[in-house]
């Protein structure tokens, strides 16, 4: 049994959903009341209850104000106005709360953007697996070392990597907390200091590419992004547009360690420019001490980070992670594999998002270059067929993870490509597109996964093999990734005007 954290300050208000005519009452702590996978076990109880009462004192790390801007965001791309790019680490360590990994993953997923502004034609929302993606679902609690029985490494926020740093620790609850926080604030600086100024020169090196064809093909689309730019600013088209200055980049995480999100879920009032949601609340009367704020209703937002999602082995429908994420304003991610029904994944939908709101929930599925053709199609048309909008986001990485003869985990390129391309095909074949991709990567030249231009195979996985979890694609080959997308979308448009 896992620990849980004491009942929040704000719990006394709870948010109301109807489902299958039943109503049922929900509160930042009523995941406690049903059953729970990837539960951590603590030997101090007193710790945790201190580490929680810690979290709840410290203030937010994100804002409503930023949380809504996204899911507005998110209600374009459901409606085919945007593309969602979602990228980062498989787990973050506190390591990487260090300036060069911060700035190279911002840079990375900015040029990945352009690449895919520029093929798609529209707008591309940026959200990072950043400031706060620390812990993993594990397929085993326990593993063997050395001929002995320890826990298993469980992300940073849990326990260390070192076999003799493995009880779970709750004081690392709040270490996480630091750690987002220093990261989140660094991105913030960068962000307003310049980092994504498009005035600024990129690299976009291509020396890797060892195809010729490719190679040419790759440096034509740059060509084509640099005339843009400066052809902008030849006219001065840029002169007050400060979205060439600055970009919007969202944080996200794995919404795994419950006592965690509960203890940063907090009841605030709605910006000016949320829409009342079914799990708002009516503020008290005003008073001369208590004045009412600007907007009538509150509503309980996870502050942690702006977006959050339930993975594919903590989904289950009476499960305390799909009864946590059913009551917070943020928009949701939920991975959908080939082991969801497709009346189930309606289930799902109905119980997270009843009002049905374009955007609110993003599904992000992961079956496999194999399963894909199989699963997909079916889940579209039942999702369809229910009413529900959500944005369909590809994560090609999941499903396609084996070990290498050397006993690495690693990823195909060309696997990862083939269950992106059949995702844009099968969308398009049931009549609505696809709405974003959801990668592991790092902008460090790491060899975790193989293929691609620059041709790291089997042998090579031990050059730069960094990863405490899942292999990511290093930043050569997530640019690559980017560049096949966006000629696919460039090569429909010239298909369709065609006709």
């Known amino acids: 049994m896992a620990i849980k954290g004491p009942e929040l300050s704000q719990g006394g208000q709870a948010a109301h959903s109807t489902m299958n005519g039943n109503s049922l009452e929900w509160t930042p702590s009523s995941w406690t009341t049903k059953p729970i996978k990837q539960d951590v076990t603590y030997e101090d109880r007193s710790a945790v209850s201190k580490a929680l009462a810690k979290l709840e004192r410290l203030p937010p790390l994100v804002t409503p104000a930023e949380i809504v801007k996204l899911r507005n965001s998110l209600r374009d791309v459901a409606l085919g106005k945007a593309f969602l790019l979602q990228g980062g680490d498989c787990a973050e360590l506190f390591d990487y709360c260090e300036e060069g ?17 520029w093929g798609a034609n529209k707008p591309v929302l940026r959200i990072a697996r950043m400031a706060g993606q620390f812990a993993k679902p594990r397929s085993s609690p326990t593993e063997i070392h050395e001929g002995k029985e320890i826990p298993s490494f469980r992300g940073d926020n849990i326990n260390g990597y070192d076999p003799a740093d493995r009880t779970p620790d709750p004081r690392r609850l709040v270490d996480a907390y630091f750690h987002s926080a220093s990261t989140l604030n660094y991105m913030r600086a960068s962000l307003a200091s310049g980092i994504a100024d498009l005035h600024s020169p990129l690299d976009w090196g291509l020396g890797h590419v060892h195809d010729e064809g490719i190679r040419a093909k790759y440096q034509k689309i740059v060509e084509s992004i640099t005339e843009s730019l400066r052809f902008m600013r030849t006219v001065g088209a840029d002169s007050s547009a400060h979205g060439l200055e600055t970009v919007d980049l969202y944080t996200s995480h794995e919404a795994l360690l419950l006592e965690y999100e509960q203890s940063l879920t907090r009841l605030l009032p709605h910006p000016p420019s949320a829409s009342p949601s079914p799990t708002s609340h009516p503020q008290p009367p005003a008073t ?37 994420i059913r009551g917070i304003e943020n928009p949701i991610g939920i991975k959908v594999g080939p082991t969801l029904a497709p009346d189930e994944l309606v289930s799902l939908l109905d119980l997270v998002d009843p009002s049905r709101r374009p955007g609110k929930i993003t599904l992000i599925t992961r079956y496999g270059e194999h399963k894909i053709a199989s699963l997909l199609g079916a889940h579209i048309r039942a999702v369809k067929a229910s009413g529900h909008r959500p944005v369909w986001q590809c994560d090609p990485m999941h499903g396609n993870t084996r070990s290498a003869p050397s006993g690495h985990k690693t990823r195909q390129f060309s696997s990862i490509l083939a269950e992106l391309a059949h995702a844009l095909r099968i969308h398009r074949e049931e009549g609505g597109e696809l709405g974003g991709v959801h990668l592991e990567l790092t902008g460090d030249a790491v060899t975790e996964c193989v293929g691609g231009s620059e041709g790291l195979r089997d042998e090579d996985l031990g050059l730069n093999y960094t990863t405490y979890c899942d292999p990511r694609l290093n930043e050569k080959q997530a640019l690559e990734l980017a560049f096949l997308v966006a000629g696919h979308f460039r090569d429909e448009m010239i298909s369709s005007s065609r006709e």
Do not use: C
Not at 101 to 117: D, F, G, N, T, Y
């Open 101 to 117: 990994a911060i700035e190279s993953k911002i840079k990375l997923l900015l040029q990945m953007s352009l690449v895919l502004i």
């Open 288 to 324: 001369p001490s208590a004045p009412r704020s600007r907007s009538p209703l509150k509503g309980y937002y996870n502050t942690s980070a702006h977006f959050l999602w339930i993975g594919d082995r903590t989904r289950a429908l009476s499960g305390a992670h799909i009864e946590y």
